[in-house]
């Protein structure tokens, strides 16, 4: 995996393909069994300087049950003294709607994950990492956070690695996406050339001039549907290899529809065959 720097970086995968563990081994929290993560060349695990610069938000704060808002600010910026930015903190907390005066504890989840992240920005971290972070969360908030990860990732170059199952969201901030599958990655690439090559085709030749069997060999096919007249299609191909094969086999209707980030995931990691997916 290679991540540039001031991007967001999306990890998606199937429930048990490894992003968790990733995102830990990322944080510098596990030991990788092999390989190692450095940041900007610098190793991460069991190397505090380099954790310092990395912020791991939690699923949930638990840990800081006993303190207020305001108190947890004060053991952050002890913690952090360095980045640490009190204007950050207070901008945040008014965006948010939360009481600094409130203890953690009597929170709801919903607040406690907003919490995270008012003591997360304060840090003004150079590395983001994230574990499905806004789920559970209403829709504005979820805008109001992604706002605040692409202003911090353009004005102090900020990079954001998360994971994900909202693949509709990741299609709206992500530069890039990686995509595990039992803890391998299957894909790793920028966003628009993710989609550029795997496409949904509508094709038809005619009810009276059904194309031969052996027509759409030379397409990387990967799901094939068939009505009376319409051959529905997803293939892996670039645009211009599509309008090649529409130029020399003359259909009557041949429409290439680009496909969202969720039908690419499953594809990609469903493979050819993939039954779960309706492309109609």
């Not at 102090?156 to 992500?174: A, D, K, P």
Request: charged share 25%.
């Amino acid at each position: 995996m290679t991540i540039a720097a001031g991007s967001i970086y999306g990890l998606v995968g199937t429930n048990g393909s490894g992003k968790t563990t990733i995102l830990n081994i990322l944080a510098g929290v596990l030991r990788p069994d092999a390989g190692t993560v450095t940041y900007d060349g610098t190793p991460v695990y069991e190397n505090p300087g380099t954790k310092s610069r990395l912020a791991f938000v939690p699923d949930d704060l638990t840990f800081l049950n006993g303190f207020t808002l305001h108190e947890a600010a004060r053991l952050f910026s002890g913690l952090y003294p360095t980045n640490w930015n009190d204007d950050v903190f207070r901008m945040c907390v008014s965006q948010f709607s939360l009481r600094g005066g409130m203890q953690i504890a009597h929170m709801s989840k919903g607040m406690r994950k907003q919490a995270a992240f008012c003591l997360t920005f304060a840090r003004k971290p150079a590395y983001l990492l994230l574990d499905e972070p806004l789920d559970g969360l209403d829709p504005i908030v979820r805008r109001g956070i992604w706002e605040l990860i692409v202003d911090a990732s353009a004005d102090r170059n900020m990079t954001t690695i998360v994971s994900s199952h909202n693949l509709r969201e990741l299609e709206g901030y992500c530069d890039s996406i990686c995509a595990i599958k039992q803890g391998g990655v299957v894909v790793e690439r920028d966003l628009d050339e993710l989609k550029s090559d795997i496409h949904k085709l509508q094709v038809s030749y005619g009810a009276n001039a059904r194309p031969g069997a052996g027509i759409y060999e030379e397409l990387d096919v990967l799901d094939r549907r068939d009505s009376a007249s319409v051959d529905y299609l997803i293939v892996r191909n670039t645009v211009e290899e599509l309008e090649d094969f529409a130029r020399r086999t003359h259909p009557l209707l041949f429409d290439v529809i680009p496909l969202t980030l969720e039908e690419v995931f499953m594809y990609q990691l469903g493979g050819k065959g993939n039954e779960h997916t309706r492309i109609r």
